[in-house]
């Protein structure tokens, strides 16, 4: 007699079944929140920090505009005319010198003539040399630079310009008690000599900015030759780390460049005497 075996499913292990599934589900569920919240957490601090930096940027911003300088008042004295004289070296230090006089006195500068007499004989003009737009617009905020004198100026009845050289070595005292003045009666002053020489007389720390502004940024040199520059530099790079330039390195520059690197002490003293 074969004996039949029940098997049957009882009611306590089908509810441990049930109890189990429930308990994934809560996890699963636990774990997608978990998760959900840090990502919104993660994008709200993206957001906090992305709100921060752009807030931190218009601060800036407003800072420095309270303390950017006023706009420049065009509000002209008078012209000036100059009329550089040397090398190359030495009108370009002049044009510096005479931007920085004609911000100090309020003038409108005509762009500058360059030395076409001296022993040089070079006939280039200023805008053969330096760019002069960008000379103009580099210097906007500054002073009023123009390129010639305006007609209804050279056609006036009163129109008599006054023709002289600075005083070299001057401080900006001299020019605004007795340059200043003369513009009372002469709407123009000519300058036929321009070696001022204003780095030297312990002018004040803006001028002496403006003058490096002038000769770092705003004497450009022009296309043609930033052209041969840059062709100077490829045929260094392509053929070898040497080049022969004559300098014209003599004692007036030693003694004005204002550097005693490798000079004895009794010989930056002779230099300084020089300067």
């Known amino acids: 007699?074969?004996?039949?075996?029940?098997?049957?499913?009882?009611?306590?292990?089908?509810?441990?079944?049930?109890?189990?599934?429930?308990?994934?589900l809560?996890?699963?569920?636990?774990?997608?929140?978990?998760?959900?919240w840090t990502c919104l957490v993660q994008l709200w601090h993206l957001r906090l920090l992305s709100g921060f930096n752009r807030l931190t940027k218009v601060s800036v911003r407003v800072d420095e505009t309270m303390h950017s300088p006023p706009l420049r008042n065009y509000t002209s004295n008078g012209f000036l005319?100059?009329?550089?004289?040397?090398?190359?070296?030495?009108?370009?230090?002049?044009?510096?010198?005479?931007?920085?006089?004609?911000r100090l006195l309020n003038?409108?500068?005509?762009?500058?003539?360059?030395?076409k007499s001296s022993f040089w004989a070079d006939p280039s003009d200023f805008e053969d040399i330096f760019d002069v737009r960008h000379f103009i617009d580099s210097l906007r905020d500054e002073i009023r630079i123009i390129r010639r004198l305006p007609k209804k100026v050279t056609r006036s009845d009163g129109y008599h310009p006054i023709v002289m050289?600075?005083?070299?070595w001057s401080s900006e005292k001299y020019y605004l008690q007795q340059i200043l003045p003369l513009f009372s009666k002469h709407q123009v002053i000519s300058f036929n000599r321009t070696d001022a020489r204003?780095?030297?007389?312990?002018?004040?720390?803006?001028?002496?900015?403006?003058?490096?502004?002038v000769n770092f940024q705003a004497l450009k040199f022009t296309q043609k030759i930033e052209a041969l520059g840059q062709k100077l530099v490829h045929i260094l790079q392509q053929r070898g780390p040497f080049v022969a330039l004559h300098l014209r390195y003599e004692m007036d520059m030693l003694a004005?460049?204002?550097?005693?690197?490798?000079c004895t002490e009794e010989e930056a003293e002779e230099l300084k005497q020089l300067r």
């Open 1 to 24: 007699m074969e004996s039949v075996v029940q098997v049957r499913v009882q009611p306590p292990l089908q509810g441990v079944v049930i109890h189990r599934t429930r308990l994934k």
């Open 26 to 36: 809560w996890f699963i569920t636990i774990c997608s929140s978990i998760l959900l």
């Open 81 to 102: 005319q100059v009329s550089c004289n040397g090398g190359l070296n030495q009108m370009r230090a002049a044009i510096c010198d005479m931007v920085t006089v004609a």
């Open 107 to 115: 003038l409108t500068l005509v762009v500058p003539e360059l030395d």
């Open 165 to 168: 050289p600075p005083v070299s």
């Open 198 to 213: 204003l780095a030297n007389n312990g002018i004040p720390l803006e001028l002496q900015r403006l003058r490096c502004k």
């Open 256 to 262: 004005f460049s204002g550097c005693t690197q490798g």
